[in-house]
């Protein structure tokens, strides 16, 4: 089983600024099985990313993804008031699919 | 647009099983070769993956939960179900169902629903 590590566990931001999120994986993962989800409380995830750099219908360009092999990284360029969330790293190439454990951007 | 709503009881007792269904509308579970899937949450936690099914009735399942898990597909009512045998307060969580992006279980998921709680407790 791959499993994936996000860093930081949390990341205290204020709107406006810049967010980077890390997910490592703990064996090599093609970039066309990583994607990124965000969790509001109360909510079910919402897929933010594909195929590691591809954007899911209707999600705004301030969203990129980028890395290949073990490092993977989400950009938000510059966060907006409803960004504030949990972001999920996930890989579906090897069975059994998992998910990272999160990390939590919070207001600064 | 496609919708997906899980539905069954909120709360099992130990050692029986849980029943879930997903109900899909918008399109027909067996249009484009999706694959469809249950994930599951326990509260304040991360997502786990549980199974995945195809139309056609593949399925592919988490070993970790393999020997107590079935999902089915019922294509007449264009829903998929989920059972879980001999559950404890360890499966207390919020499952959802999903489904997976193009025609291959090797996708992200594009589609979810709501999610809802079951709890295991006497």
């Known amino acids: 089983e791959i499993v994936l590590t996000q860093s930081p566990g949390t990341l205290s931001l204020s709107p406006g600024e810049r967010a980077t999120l890390s997910c490592r994986a703990s064996?090599?993962?093609?970039?066309?099985?990583l994607a990124w989800y965000q969790q509001k409380p109360g909510q079910a995830p919402k897929l933010l990313i594909y195929?590691?750099?591809s954007r899911a219908t209707g999600i705004p360009d301030s969203f990129s993804g980028s890395g290949s092999g073990t490092d993977f990284t989400l950009t938000i360029s510059r966060l907006e008031p409803e960004d504030f969330a949990v972001y999920y790293c996930h890989q579906y190439g090897s069975s059994p699919g998992t998910f990272g454990p999160g990390t939590k951007v919070d207001i600064k | 647009q496609v919708q997906l709503q899980e539905s069954g009881p909120g709360l099992v007792k130990p050692s029986e099983t849980l029943s879930l269904t997903c109900s899909v509308s918008g399109g027909s579970i067996t249009s484009n070769s999706y694959y469809w899937g249950w994930i599951r949450q326990p509260p304040g936690k991360g997502l786990e993956w549980i199974g995945t099914?195809?139309?056609?009735?593949?399925?592919s399942y988490n070993p970790s939960l393999k020997s107590r898990v079935t999902i089915s597909v019922d294509t007449s009512k264009n829903q998929f179900s989920l059972k879980l045998s001999s559950v404890t307060a360890a499966d207390t969580a919020v499952y959802y169902c999903a489904r997976h992006l193009g025609g291959t279980w090797r996708r992200a998921f594009d589609y979810w629903g709501q999610g809802t709680l079951v709890s295991v407790s006497s």
């Open positions: 099914v195809y139309y056609s009735g593949y399925t």
């Open positions: 064996q090599s993962i093609s970039s066309t099985y």
């Open positions: 195929g590691a750099s």
